[in-house]
Structures are given as C-alpha cells and as structure tokens.
C-alpha cells in the first residue's frame, strides 16, 4: 500500500500542480498553448503517472522487483491474439458505444491512408499517454493485486484514471473542457477493466501500453467514445464492463497471487 499511496501522491500532485498553473497561465493575455512554459507544464502533468512510476520502482522496488517490472515493460513476445486484443479492441468498443450513443448505424470512414497513418498515430501515442500505464498497471495493479479482487482493482483504477485527468477539463483550450464527465468516467472503467484482463493474462505492461496507445490513436481516425449524456451508450458501457467483470471473476479464479505479478523471466 505503500507504493500506492507514494505512487498516487506524485502522480496528482504534479498533474493538478502543473495544470493548475497553465490555467492561471492561460488566463493572462501572454500565454497560450504553443508557449513554451505551457508545453513544458503539460509534459510534467501528462508524464506524471510514468514518472511516478519509476520514482517508486526504484525506490521502493527490490533489486528482483525492478527486474521483474522492466522485463514485463518490455514483454513483447506474446501471442499474437493478445496484441490484436490490444490494437484491435479498443476500436470495437468505441464502435459499440458509438452506435449506441449517437442511435445511428453510422461508423466511422477509414480510408487507406487513414489506415497508413495509423502506425504513426500509434507510435505516437505510445508517448503521449501509453506510458501512464508504467504506473496505472503496472505499479498500481502489482502493489493491490492479491490486496483487492481483480474487478474491485480494475473498477477503482478506472475511478482513479478519471479522476487524475479531470484538471484538464477546466482548460478551454483542451477538448476535454467538452467533454461531459460522467461518460468520460465510464469509458475509463470500461478500458480499466479490459486492460486488467490483458495484464494479468499476458504479464506484460507492454500490452498495456499498446491498448493505451491505440485507443488514443483510434480517437484521431473517427473511433471515439460519446462525451455527451446519452442512455444508450450508458447501457451499453455498462454491459461491456460486466461481461469484462465476469472475464475478471474467471481469470482470478487462476490467479496465483502469491507469485509476482511481473516475474523477471516469464
């Protein structure tokens, strides 16, 4: 619980820190977003969670539990329907909530140069917000696996992601400021909890980082979840969070949480 609560410390008192400012800055007539400053602050908050994450493990991490998580960092030799999970999936499920949501068959257009670009887009967005996961599940759900159940984790971590992301809400400058909260929490639960699944079934925070990163990237070719208040799109994410919940239920029945959650060697 300790790693927890250092890990959590740091990662919102440097994004509510560091957004906090850039609003104010913001605010004055000298400032806007392609300033330096502005840029220099949005990289403290937005790589707050990694660089939290790295502070604990190598402050509190033993030599062999340093070991472990970089090695499940850079865990890529996994089946290959493990990483078409974390490609693939979020597109599906921006998909179903999306038809939901806006009561139409309508999808999103993707052209082929839309599927070139996804591969930058994807590379891309390993650094702008896949590396959160260093923290999210790597730190947060090896220190309170075994601790909380694998769904009380999942849906806590999901509470805890929207929550981490909520200053940015009140810069207008950002899109999230259009954002209406609610469905944003629930599309962070919703991804917490089939990110759960994918860690614990492959040991490996890479997989994380590459759902993270094509979620986001998704987002910028049309597959976006609604931020508006829609019942569809709430029954739907909700449905989807329980089958998610019944996977979790499944998979912890044969999780064996008295081994490390990221052995050093698979």
């Known amino acids: 619980m300790k790693q927890t609560r250092l890990f959590l410390l740091i990662a919102f008192i440097l994004m509510y820190a560091s957004h906090g400012t850039m609003l104010l800055l913001l605010r004055s007539a000298d400032f806007s977003l392609s300033h330096p400053v502005i840029g220099a602050l949005a990289f403290i908050g937005g790589g707050s969670p990694t660089f939290a994450a790295v502070f604990v493990v190598y ?12 090695s499940s ?5 996994v089946p290959v329907n493990h990483w078409l999970y974390a490609l693939v999936l979020p ?15 309508g999808l999103p257009f993707v052209s082929a140069e839309d599927l070139m670009r996804f591969p930058l887009l994807l590379v891309s967005a390993v650094f702008l917000g896949g590396l959160e996961e ?14 909380l159940s694998l769904v009380t984790l999942s ?3 999901g509470v805890l992601w ?17 954002y209406a909260f609610l469905p944003y929490l629930t599309s962070t639960v919703l991804l917490s909890v089939y990110m759960t699944v994918l860690v614990i079934r492959t040991k490996s925070i890479l997989m994380a980082v590459v759902m993270h990163a094509s979620t986001n990237a998704v987002s910028q070719l049309g597959f976006s979840f ?6 569809g799109a709430y029954l739907v994410s909700a449905l989807l969070i329980l089958a998610g919940v019944f996977w979790l239920t499944r998979l912890e029945r044969q999780d064996d949480v008295t081994t490390p959650l990221f052995p050093d060697r698979p």
Request: net charge positive; hydrophobic share 45%; aromatic share 14%.
């Open 155 to 157: 849906l806590l971590t």
């Open 91 to 105: 597109a599906i499920l921006t998909v179903l909530t999306g038809i939901a949501g806006r009561q139409t068959l």
């Open 226 to 231: 609604p931020m508006d208040h829609t019942a």
């Open 73 to 77: 960092v850079l865990r890529f030799r």
């Open 134 to 147: 260093w923290g999210w599940r790597g730190v947060l759900l090896s220190d309170l696996r075994g601790r």
């Open 162 to 178: 929207a929550f981490w992301h909520l200053p940015l809400f009140f810069i207008d400058e950002l899109a999230h400021s259009g």
């Open 59 to 70: 402050r509190r991490y033993s030599t062999e539990e340093q070991n472990g998580f970089w």
